[in-house]
């Protein structure tokens, strides 16, 4: 069995054992370094990424095969990609960039095939002089999303 499949199947095995956990990203570079991203629907506790490095290092052979290992969850201000990313972050405010706009607003729903923003706009009035403040809200289908990060506040 190649070394990338056999990492692959190991990471398998070690996120069979926590089904809250999940895999955003696997990267094997060609000097033999696994860097694995995970994320978890109530976020990745130390010991989950522990637990994920002991199953994919206890069971390579370092004679065999030399290797580095990097087991972390995602950042912060990483870009969500995963529809169970979108669907754990709803309540949250994102900045969502489509092809000729951002909007920041609050993620309120998300489903298997689009997200659904909702926020305050200032818009001149109809009649009149002067801005008034409306409620907006739009659905964005996943394929229109160029990028979407959960903004922090302090």
Same mark, same amino acid.
């Given at each position: 069995?190649?070394?990338? #499949?056999?990492?692959?199947? +190991?990471? !398998?095995?070690?996120? /069979? #054992?926590?089904? #809250?956990?999940?895999?955003?990203?696997?990267?094997?570079?060609?000097? &033999?370094? =696994?860097?694995?991203?995970?994320?978890?629907?109530?976020?990745?506790? +130390?010991?989950?990424?522990?637990?994920?490095?002991?199953? @994919? /290092?206890?069971?390579?052979? %370092?004679?065999?095969?030399? &290797?580095?290992?990097?087991?972390?969850?995602?950042?912060?201000?990483?870009? $969500?990609?995963?529809? %169970?990313?979108? @669907?754990?972050? @709803?309540? %949250?405010?994102?900045?969502?960039? $489509? !092809?000729?706009?951002? *909007?920041?607003?609050?993620?309120?729903?998300?489903?298997?095939?689009? =997200?659904?923003? !909702?926020?305050?706009? %200032?818009?001149?009035?109809? *009649?009149?002089?002067?801005? #008034?403040?409306?409620?907006?809200?739009?659905? *964005?289908?996943?394929?229109? @999303?160029?990028?979407? =990060?959960?903004?922090?506040? &302090?």
């Amino acid at each position: 069995m190649a070394f990338k #499949e056999k990492v692959h199947q +190991l990471l !398998a095995t070690g996120l /069979e #054992e926590k089904p #809250e956990i999940f895999l955003i990203d696997l990267t094997i570079t060609e000097a &033999f370094k =696994i860097i694995v991203t995970l994320d978890g629907d109530h976020g990745v506790q +130390l010991q989950d990424c522990i637990d994920v490095s002991r199953v @994919i /290092e206890h069971n390579l052979d %370092r004679e065999e095969q030399d &290797f580095s290992l990097e087991v972390a969850s995602v950042g912060v201000g990483s870009p $969500l990609k995963l529809v %169970r990313q979108y @669907i754990k972050n @709803i309540g %949250r405010t994102l900045i969502v960039k $489509l !092809a000729n706009e951002t *909007i920041e607003a609050q993620l309120i729903a998300a489903n298997e095939n689009f =997200i659904t923003l !909702a926020w305050e706009a %200032r818009e001149p009035k109809k *009649i009149g002089k002067g801005k #008034e403040t409306v409620q907006k809200k739009q659905e *964005i289908p996943y394929s229109e @999303i160029k990028e979407a =990060i959960v903004t922090v506040t &302090f």
